[in-house]
């Protein structure tokens, strides 16, 4: 359904399929009690989790290891005033389980940075939202 101001609701199924599309994301957590966020590639697992790869003693995984976080990916036409955006909100948490981790190491993401001590966070797709713009006013 598109509404008045040009923006439609995407269901789970569609949110997740876009998501698959992204190359890259924020991560949207608190750091030092304020807001923050970073950009990282991910991929997203069979279950609709989001999953990144980073380096064991990030500042990142310090600060989102077991607590809930936001992921958000988008994709914008500034041309056509079109565009969508994503939001994944749940729990993350590090892969711990060895098993998980040599999937993870065939089928997950893979850091852009060289990284000796790799490990995967897995951010449950507890709410999955999502918006797209339809180009409502786009002119010339």
């Known amino acids: 359904m598109i509404h008045s101001d040009g923006f439609r609701a995407l269901d789970r199924q569609e949110c997740l399929r876009l998501l698959g599309k992204a190359p890259v994301g924020r991560v949207v957590y608190t750091r030092q009690a304020l807001p923050a966020v970073l950009p990282v590639n991910f991929s997203l697992d069979a279950d609709g989790s989001v999953v990144l790869c980073t380096s064991a003693g990030s500042d990142l995984v310090r600060a989102v290891d077991g607590v809930v976080v936001a992921f958000?990916?988008?994709?914008?036409?500034?041309?056509?005033?079109?565009?969508?955006?994503?939001?994944?909100?749940?729990?993350?948490?590090?892969?711990?389980?060895?098993?998980?981790?040599?999937?993870?190491?065939?089928?997950?993401?893979?850091?852009?940075?060289?990284?000796?001590?790799?490990?995967f966070v897995r951010i449950e797709s507890e709410m999955v939202t999502g918006r797209e713009l339809t180009g409502v006013g786009a002119g010339p």
């Open 72 to 119: 958000e990916a988008d994709d914008f036409h500034a041309g056509r005033r079109s565009g969508w955006s994503v939001v994944v909100t749940g729990r993350a948490a590090v892969v711990t389980d060895p098993v998980e981790h040599e999937r993870l190491m065939r089928t997950g993401p893979r850091s852009w940075m060289p990284l000796r001590d790799g490990v």
